[in-house]
């Protein structure tokens, strides 16, 4: 297996790059998101693309958590591509409680006064044909996360001074960019990496009808398969995150009916349990040892005081066969939890054996040399394939270690 190293990261949250490890606060590993990305070239310059404030939020109460305007980066398409829009949802994690909230609305996840002016496009947002072969010349949006719930509350915490207004902020920014060229637009991707990734699925069919029939509208989750799994203690450590978030942000109403009807709140939270009742295409990426699922829902320090998976959640090359049979067994839930959907032949799959997340706005994973590959196919290939209908993707790999061409997590407390 490869270890990858983190050419570039950006966010001093992530401390220094040492020894080809990421040395970072674990506590902070919802950061991983998309502030890191690889280098395959020397002269790897990434165009910067500037920040605008959405300025027709705030009459609609559309804010981010500390009650800042949101915002989103927009670099127009050209040529074929002028009248073809890409919209990234950020991730960054979630807040579940007031404490976290609080101290998430002094950083750029909570808002716009935090955030960068300017940002790299790499990836799936890259404006470079050998780079990002289908989608360089699209008009290509990183729609900027800060409310803490996947872009889906609506409520707010008067003694805390918190904003819950994902589902506005979401709504505003798509009425914005409607008003920006993107209601001529005659193809679009909404795509999004892990909160993102589940804001991605949540969203998905309410972005399909923002546009008429004749519209080529297709969605993609990267890295947003978060599993209601047990944790190494037995217990669920996500769903307790998840039912935060859900109950603190009033997530409830702004969730598909044709679950809440039959599922509580929470679990309609869970994309396993979205996924088979959206009408949209979607195509699914994840690593199916997920870094982040394992950090911090499978085996978080909470649930191993005695730090028995400390070494193997850090570095899947310390893990013992004990361990390396409970991520197996992850796996198997992944796999079992995407069956149905798979059936679909509008749907897409990408599911690496890689211990890794968010693999679209990383160069090295999305398009590169010696990007990770499954039938032959970088993602960049794979997805576009799929979305452009050139072939049916369902591309599943076999299980740790066979898969050579991963580029692999590996961090360093």
């Not at 570039?8 to 040395?23: E, R, S, T």
């Not at 996947?150 to 805390?160: L, N, R």
């Amino acid at each position: 297996m490869k270890l990858l190293w983190v050419g570039v990261v950006i966010g001093l949250i992530f401390g220094k790059l040492a020894n080809g490890f990421l040395d970072f606060n674990e506590t902070e590993l919802s950061f991983i998101e998309s502030y890191e990305y690889g280098i395959s070239k020397a002269n790897y310059n990434p165009v910067m693309v500037g920040i605008t404030l959405i300025q027709s939020a705030g009459a609609k109460g559309a804010v981010c958590l500390d009650g800042t305007l949101p915002s989103y980066h927009l670099h127009r398409g050209y040529g074929s591509g002028a009248n073809s829009w890409l919209i990234q949802l950020e991730g960054g994690g979630w807040c579940n409680n007031i404490k976290n909230c609080v101290y998430r609305k002094k950083t750029r996840r909570g808002s716009s006064t935090y955030m960068e002016k300017k940002i790299p496009f790499t990836g799936i947002l890259s404006d470079k044909a050998e780079e990002n072969p289908d989608f360089f010349n699209w008009n290509r949006v990183k729609l900027r996360y800060c409310d803490g719930a996947s872009f889906s509350g609506d409520g707010e915490d008067k003694a805390s001074d918190l904003q819950f207004r994902g589902q506005r902020i979401w709504l505003a920014a798509m009425e914005d960019l409607m008003s920006k060229g993107m209601r001529e637009a005659n193809q679009a991707l909404l795509s999004g990496c892990s909160a993102g990734g589940l804001a991605s699925i949540l969203h998905c069919d309410e972005f399909r009808n923002l546009f008429p029939g004749t519209t080529k509208v297709k969605c993609l989750s990267d890295a947003g398969l978060f599993l209601d799994a047990v944790d190494v203690s037995g217990s669920h450590t996500l769903r307790n995150i998840y039912g935060g978030v859900v109950g603190l942000q009033a997530v409830q109403n702004n969730l598909p009916r044709i679950c809440t009807d039959r599922l509580d709140p929470t679990s309609c939270f869970f994309p396993q349990n979205l996924i088979g009742n959206i009408k949209t295409p979607l195509f699914i990426l994840n690593a199916a040892y997920d870094s982040w699922q394992i950090q911090s829902s499978i085996a978080p320090s909470s649930a191993d005081p005695h730090g028995f998976w400390h070494d193997c959640r850090l570095n899947h090359a310390k893990c013992s066969p004990v361990q390396i049979r409970f991520l197996q067994g992850f796996r198997n839930q992944m796999l079992h939890a995407i069956r149905g959907f798979a059936m679909s032949r509008q749907n897409g799959l990408f599911i690496n054996s890689c211990f890794a997340h968010c693999q679209t706005e990383r160069q090295d994973t999305w398009f590169a040399d010696d990007s990770p590959v499954l039938r032959k196919k970088p993602i960049a290939i794979a997805v576009g394939d799929w979305y452009f209908d050139r072939a049916e993707v369902k591309a599943i790999d076999c299980p740790y270690p066979c898969d050579s061409t991963c580029h692999n997590l590996v961090f360093k407390l």
